[in-house]
C-alpha cells in the first residue's frame, strides 16, 4: 500500500476508486431524485448508467486537478463530459411537454415578468445562469482558444446555437431572456475562475521549472 502511495499512478487508481464510491453516493443520495425532473425516462438502465459514469469521472477529475495529477486529456474529458451534459439538457427531446414550443422570444428581460407569479419560473431562472458558470474554467484550463475574446465569441455562437436549435427542432422556444441569462452565467464564472486559474497556471509553470515562461494564457 505504501509503495502505491508513492507512485503518481498509484494514487490515480486509489483516486478513481474513491470517485466510484462518492459518486454512487451523490448518484443515490441526490442527482437520482434530481435528474427525472429534468430528463424523461431516467427509469430506463442505460441513462442511469451514463449519469452515474458522467458523475464520477467529473468528481475524479476535479479532484485530480485539486491534487495536481491530471493531464491535459483529462482536461479535456472534463469539458467534453460537461457539454455532453449541456446539449441533452438543453436539447432533450421532452422539452415540448413544457409549454410552446418552435416560436421566437425576442424581450431579453422575459424572464422578469415569468417568476413574478411563478416560482417555478425562478428555479429555472437560477438554473439557467448557474449551468454556465463552469464553461470559462474549463475552457481556459484546457486551454481550449487562446483568450477571453476568443472564447466569448465562441460562446455566444454556441448560446445562439442552441436557442435557434430548439425553436427550430420545436423542442423549446427560442428565448433572447436565457440568452442574457447565459451570459449572466457565464461571466460570473470568468469572475471566479480568474484567481483558480491563476494558481493553476502558476503551479503548472513551476512544474515545469520555468518560472519566466507563460505556459498557458487564460485570460
Same mark, same amino acid.
Given at each position: 500500500?505504501?509503495?502505491?502511495?508513492?507512485?503518481?499512478?498509484?494514487?490515480?487508481?486509489? &483516486?478513481?476508486?474513491?470517485?466510484?464510491?462518492?459518486?454512487?453516493?451523490?448518484?443515490? %443520495?441526490?442527482?437520482?431524485?434530481?435528474?427525472?425532473?429534468?430528463?424523461?425516462?431516467?427509469?430506463?438502465?442505460?441513462?442511469?448508467?451514463? #449519469? *452515474?459514469?458522467?458523475?464520477?469521472?467529473?468528481?475524479?477529475?476535479?479532484?485530480? *486537478?485539486?491534487?495536481?495529477?491530471?493531464?491535459?486529456?483529462?482536461?479535456?474529458?472534463? !469539458?467534453?463530459?460537461?457539454?455532453?451534459?449541456?446539449?441533452?439538457?438543453?436539447?432533450?427531446?421532452?422539452?415540448?411537454?413544457?409549454?410552446?414550443?418552435?416560436?421566437? #422570444?425576442?424581450?431579453?428581460?422575459?424572464?422578469?415578468?415569468?417568476?413574478?407569479?411563478?416560482?417555478?419560473?425562478?428555479?429555472?431562472?437560477?438554473?439557467?445562469?448557474?449551468?454556465?458558470?463552469?464553461?470559462? =474554467?474549463?475552457?481556459?484550463? #484546457?486551454?481550449?482558444?487562446?483568450?477571453?475574446? %476568443?472564447?466569448?465569441?465562441? =460562446?455566444?455562437?454556441?448560446?445562439?446555437?442552441?436557442?435557434?436549435?430548439? #425553436? !427550430?427542432?420545436? *423542442?423549446?422556444?427560442?428565448?433572447?431572456?436565457?440568452?442574457?441569462?447565459?451570459?449572466?452565467? =457565464?461571466?460570473?464564472?470568468?469572475?471566479?475562475?480568474?484567481?483558480?486559474?491563476?494558481?493553476?497556471?502558476?503551479? &503548472?509553470?513551476?512544474?515545469?521549472?520555468?518560472?519566466?515562461?507563460?505556459?498557458?494564457?487564460?485570460?
Amino acid at each position: 500500500m505504501r509503495e502505491l502511495l508513492k507512485s503518481k499512478k498509484g494514487l490515480k487508481i486509489l &483516486l478513481l476508486l474513491f470517485s466510484v464510491l462518492i459518486g454512487f453516493v451523490l448518484y443515490l %443520495t441526490i442527482f437520482m431524485n434530481i435528474l427525472p425532473m429534468f430528463f424523461s425516462n431516467m427509469e430506463n438502465i442505460e441513462k442511469n448508467i451514463l #449519469a *452515474i459514469l458522467i458523475i464520477i469521472f467529473t468528481i475524479y477529475i476535479l479532484i485530480a *486537478i485539486t491534487f495536481n495529477l491530471d493531464t491535459k486529456i483529462e482536461r479535456y474529458v472534463i !469539458l467534453f463530459l460537461y457539454l455532453i451534459v449541456l446539449l441533452l439538457g438543453l436539447l432533450r427531446p421532452d422539452q415540448s411537454n413544457f409549454g410552446e414550443t418552435g416560436i421566437y #422570444a425576442w424581450n431579453p428581460f422575459g424572464f422578469i415578468f415569468d417568476i413574478q407569479n411563478d416560482d417555478l419560473s425562478l428555479i429555472i431562472m437560477f438554473i439557467n445562469i448557474l449551468i454556465f458558470v463552469p464553461m470559462y =474554467f474549463l475552457l481556459a484550463y #484546457a486551454n481550449i482558444f487562446k483568450n477571453f475574446l %476568443t472564447r466569448l465569441i465562441i =460562446f455566444e455562437i454556441f448560446i445562439f446555437l442552441i436557442e435557434y436549435l430548439q #425553436a !427550430l427542432l420545436k *423542442i423549446g422556444i427560442f428565448d433572447l431572456s436565457d440568452v442574457f441569462l447565459y451570459n449572466i452565467g =457565464f461571466f460570473i464564472g470568468y469572475i471566479i475562475s480568474l484567481p483558480f486559474l491563476k494558481v493553476l497556471k502558476n503551479r &503548472l509553470n513551476k512544474n515545469r521549472g520555468d518560472n519566466k515562461c507563460i505556459i498557458l494564457k487564460y485570460y
